[in-house]
């Protein structure tokens, strides 16, 4: 199992395929894992990427301060180490607001930017309840995993979402409490218009978190193309793969697109 030193981290990853690179960064309580399924149907010409963000998965190194711009900082040393200098940026919900940070930083390197149940970009004012409640489901397995399913009410693959809450779980306590800090105080706004790749904004028509609101917002603020998934909840990788799949080809190869039409809004 691969393993790659990237500045203090000693930074596990999957790959699959030979081409073009994609980094997949995943979210808060989740590993690489999560996109596997992705990863295991890319097309030929396709490099997919997943790593474990620092204080998750098999990752190991030092806490830092979990903010945004650090997480990202993080992101660039592992490119760098890897040997990639331009490559498609795929986000899921915590992971879209350091894709999108580091296209920010490193506008040069990304070819194309994919947010998938985006983060709020203006900032959320977080009560002090909100790192309580991170801290219950780091003690309380069974909140934990009833918290998950209902926000990915449509995962089918019952081993595979058990893997899934086992390695995510696993989490560091300062990972999950900083995620809380971190979204209170990154507020690009409209600074992400200056983004010049192109960008694709997925949301979940079921998505309890990333609710029809915040994934408007972020399309705007990108100024990009949205596409809503009809009955998907907060992570289409995972509910809906060959559907999220297809609108990331339209994305990223358009040319050789599957023969599928995407949904759109």
């Known amino acids: 199992m691969p393993f790659i030193r990237a500045g203090n981290l000693n930074v596990f990853y999957i790959e699959h395929g030979i081409g073009r690179p994609i980094i997949f960064v995943?979210?808060?309580?989740?590993?690489?894992?999560?996109?596997?399924?992705?990863?295991?149907?890319?097309?030929?010409?396709?490099?997919?990427?997943a790593y474990d963000m620092r204080g998750r998965g098999r990752t190991g190194g030092p806490d830092s301060d979990y903010s945004i711009p650090s997480l990202a900082a993080d992101l660039k040393a592992f490119a760098d180490a890897m040997r990639l200098d331009w490559f498609h940026v795929v986000g899921h919900?915590?992971?879209?607001?350091?894709?999108?940070?580091?296209?920010?930083?490193?506008?040069?390197?990304?070819?194309?930017?994919t947010v998938?149940?985006?983060a709020w970009v203006d900032g959320w004012e977080a009560k002090p309840i909100e790192e309580d409640r991170q801290r219950e489901l780091k003690a309380n397995r069974k909140l934990f995993d009833s918290t998950?399913?209902?926000?990915?009410?449509?995962?089918?693959?019952?081993?595979?979402?058990?893997?899934l809450l086992d390695e995510g779980h696993e989490q560091r306590l300062e990972a999950a409490v900083g995620v809380i800090r971190a979204f209170?105080?990154?507020?690009?706004?409209?600074?992400?218009?200056?983004?010049?790749?192109?960008?694709?904004?997925?949301?979940?028509?079921k998505d309890?978190?990333?609710?029809?609101?915040?994934?408007?917002?972020?399309?705007?603020?990108?100024?990009?193309?949205?596409?809503?998934?009809?009955?998907?909840?907060?992570?289409?990788?995972?509910?809906?793969?060959?559907?999220?799949?297809?609108?990331?080809?339209?994305?990223?190869?358009?040319g050789r697109a599957r023969n599928q039409s995407p949904m759109g809004s």
């Open 116 to 118: 998938v149940a985006p």
């Open 26 to 49: 995943h979210g808060n309580w989740a590993t690489g894992s999560w996109w596997e399924p992705v990863l295991a149907k890319l097309p030929d010409g396709l490099l997919g990427i």
């Open 93 to 113: 919900s915590l992971g879209s607001a350091v894709a999108m940070q580091f296209a920010l930083d490193h506008p040069e390197q990304v070819h194309t930017l």
């Open 208 to 254: 309890l978190l990333s609710n029809a609101q915040i994934v408007d917002r972020a399309r705007e603020a990108l100024d990009a193309r949205l596409v809503v998934m009809p009955g998907v909840g907060h992570g289409s990788n995972i509910e809906a793969t060959e559907a999220f799949l297809a609108l990331l080809l339209s994305q990223i190869m358009p």
């Open 148 to 163: 998950m399913k209902s926000l990915f009410p449509t995962v089918q693959d019952e081993h595979y979402w058990k893997r």
């Open 184 to 205: 209170d105080t990154w507020k690009p706004g409209n600074l992400l218009q200056s983004i010049q790749c192109p960008k694709l904004v997925i949301g979940g028509e």
